[in-house]
């Protein structure tokens, strides 16, 4: 008896050690993408526990009965048995199916969870209106700060963001010196931003409120500091945000920005009342500098192709075609 609660002490405790470092967010978000990642946390979880568990009770079982000075020990001992067909039945068939339920699940939701997939739904119970057109953002990671464009308002904000409850996002990210990831835990999985490509997120935030954002990857020095607020308004307020954008802040030219892009530390909120045409185009195609050729003009040099189509082009048949990370 002795025994059985030490163990179930130090099984608490290990528990209670993991789950320190967890963040009760990510199983109840304010955004319906990072909802449904929450829930296949859940259900991989219970399914694996259908393993985990037994086993860890069957471990625990043979130990106490078949220990030394057990009774089990002298009477059940079979030095000449070798198989069982119903033993290696249950063993095999049982991690197969959820093997099997595993790998099901896991490619149908990678699929409609794919980062790259425009929204269907705003929540599980509304549907997307046709007629919504989902609010653009581009995203710049600096050392260390986050950069926010917002192209359709015509401003640009750093370290905060907001966005209309209920209003479908549309992320396009990419970084300047360092692969960095976004990472709003109640809107989505984490991103990965990288220089000279263009990575893309789409999510939704169901709920008012504050909520933190952070760099979910290692990036130097002042990395604890990279953090910035996200907001989820009624377009009432959002549209407020905006004015207040517009009033309060500088205009960001390609002067302004060499400026932001200097190394800086836990930078203070800043707004930006219009920015500079094609500003995060070139950020993207790495041209900000006066004389630098940009990358997309350099590969369609490079595939034979006139430097008017080059500069046609969309990003997306840019560099800013970067494997998909995140959700």
């Keep these: 008896m002795r025994l059985i609660n030490l163990l179930r002490s130090a099984i608490v405790l290990a528990a209670v050690g993991l789950l320190a470092g967890c963040e009760l967010v990510v199983l109840n ?28 009770v069957l471990i ?20 000449d048995w070798h198989h069982s067909t119903k033993l290696e039945l249950i063993i095999w068939s049982a991690p197969l199916l959820i093997i099997i339920a595993l790998g099901a699940l896991t490619w149908i939701t990678t699929h409609q969870l794919d980062p790259y997939r425009p929204l269907d739904r705003i929540s599980a119970d509304k549907p997307l209106s046709p007629d919504v057109k989902p609010l653009e953002v581009e995203v710049v990671s600096l050392d260390w ?3 926010f464009f917002l192209p359709e308002q015509g401003i640009a ?24 990831a976004f990472y709003v835990p109640d809107l989505a999985g984490m991103i990965y931003t990288m220089p000279g490509m263009e990575t893309q997120l789409n999510a939704v935030i169901n709920k008012p409120g504050e909520f933190p954002g952070k760099s979910a990857h290692y990036s130097g020095a002042g990395f604890a500091g990279m953090t910035f607020k996200f907001h989820g308004l009624s377009d009432q307020d959002f ?35 219009s920015v500079e045409d094609q500003l995060y185009q070139r950020i993207l195609n790495r041209c900000v500098e006066d004389g630098q050729v940009c990358m997309h003009e350099i590969m369609a040099k490079d595939a034979g192709l006139q430097p008017a189509s080059a500069q046609a082009a969309p990003a997306s048949e840019t560099p800013a075609s970067a494997p998909q990370a995140g959700h």
């Design 29 to 56: 978000p304010a955004g319906d993408i990072a909802a449904q990642q929450g829930r296949l946390i859940v259900v991989a979880t219970a399914l694996m526990l259908l393993i985990v568990v037994p086993v860890i």
């Design 60 to 79: 625990l079982l043979f130990a106490w009965r078949y220990r030394q000075n057990g009774k089990a020990a002298e009477t059940d001992y079979d030095p």
């Design 145 to 147: 700060k986050w950069l």
């Design 157 to 180: 904000t750093v370290n905060e963001l907001a966005a209309p409850v209920d209003r479908p996002i549309r992320f396009k990210l990419t970084s300047t010196h360092t692969m960095n």
């Design 239 to 273: 549209d407020a945000w905006v004015a207040k954008a517009k009033a309060e802040g500088q205009p960001l030219s390609r002067d302004a920005y060499r400026e932001l892009v200097k190394p800086s530390e836990r930078n203070p909120v800043q707004l930006f009342s």
